[in-house]
């Protein structure tokens, strides 16, 4: 045990003004087990989550403005990584559009995961677990997802190359998920002596659900990535161009969190590559759900109902039992999720309004 207060552990969560980040810091408060120090890069941000989280005492934050420069984790951690006992990786940048993506998009997911992992065995030697948030885009690219002769397991890893991620922000994104997560497995080997830490990769496929806090939701602003392509959805019109052949797995973001908590308690995940997914969605099957429970949002697209069946017969096949069984807990359906986010979006859209 460290030399936390009250004898609770101490996790540092990287990212912690990120959308999965909150649902993390607001279920380990939950549990009143740990003292959580979340890193934001300004101290702005910390003033308005502390404000958030209502001045919990187990709440304290660093300010790390620019995981892209290596070393950046080196100033927190000498401070306060004496205290650590467990680390949840989320930062990493999460978008599509960037006009130049090696800067954007993939020197801060190297970089940053390589400086909190040499400030972790430099300054907090005695970290138990690491987990780092992943992604299922580490595992598989959409043209990978797209062959039905395709079985994707927790083995697989997308072959995309770092010159082939310079072309677009989506071969980029899924780059720089590969190489993060890579760094920490090899990190692991080439320090076996210094780290002494577990480490868990957490591969959430899209992740939805309700921002944690309503004020994140800004009418006519956009969400987080994966919550926007509901958001974009709930706002459609028939002319709106809607992609009916993408298609993806789906997570909640309270079973992302909760994955990642698991992993503190659980040594059966020790080591593991987890892939978070429920199942297979298209557009279609979120906008079936949007015009079958909100039947008042007359203008929604309505594609071809029905069709994602079609279109989900004929992708790979995403086997992530081994996941699922050593998690052991049941995850949401697509149903409860994209209702509990159209409701929030609709509910502060309201509020707004009056
Ligand atoms: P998010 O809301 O955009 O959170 C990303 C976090 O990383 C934010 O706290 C952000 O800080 C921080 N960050 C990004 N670039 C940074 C930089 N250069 N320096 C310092 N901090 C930086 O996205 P999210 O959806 O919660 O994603 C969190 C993690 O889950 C990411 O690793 C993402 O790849 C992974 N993931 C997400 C999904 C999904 O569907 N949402 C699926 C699979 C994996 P600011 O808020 O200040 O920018």
Known sequence: MSLSNNNKEVVFVSGASGYIAQHIVHQLL?????????????????????????????LSFVIVPDISLLGSFDDCFNKIGHQIDYILHTASPFFFESKDVEKDLLIPAVNGTKSILEATVKYAPQVKKFVVTSSYAAV???????????????????????????SNGVD?????????????????????????FKLTAI????????????????????????????????HSTEKSPVDLTMFGGYISVQDVARGHLECLTNDNLDGKRLILSEARFTFQTI????????????????GVPGSDKKRLADV????????????????KELGEIVDETVNQILRVERKEQN
């Not at 190489?179 to 090899?186: G, L, N, P, S, T």
């Not at 944690?212 to 709930?234: M, Q, R, W, Y």
């Not at 906008?287 to 929604?300: G, H, S």
Request: glycine share 4%; charged share 35%.
């Open 30 to 58: 939950e549990t009143g087990k740990y003292k959580v120090i979340g890193s934001v890069r300004t101290q702005k941000k910390a003033d308005l989550f502390k404000e958030r989280f209502k001045d919990n005492k187990d």
């Open 287 to 302: 906008i079936d759900i949007i015009r079958k429970d909100f039947p008042e949002l007359t203008n929604v697209s309505k």
């Open 203 to 234: 591969c959430p496929v899209f992740v939805f659900g309700e921002q944690l806090f309503d004020e994140d939701i800004v009418p006519g602003h956009k969400l987080n990535t994966s919550c926007e392509f509901i958001n974009a959805l709930v």
């Open 140 to 166: 598989a690219t959409f043209a990978m997802d797209s062959d039905s002769k395709n079985i994707i397991t927790e083995k697989d890893w997308n072959p995309i190359t770092w010159e082939e991620a310079l």
């Open 316 to 331: 790979a096949t995403l086997d992530n039992h081994v996941s699922k069984e050593l998690l052991g807990f049941k995850f």
């Open 172 to 196: 980029a994104y899924y780059a720089s998920k590969k190489f993060a997560e890579k760094q920490c497995w090899d990190f692991l080997k080439e320090h076996s002596e210094e780290a002494k």
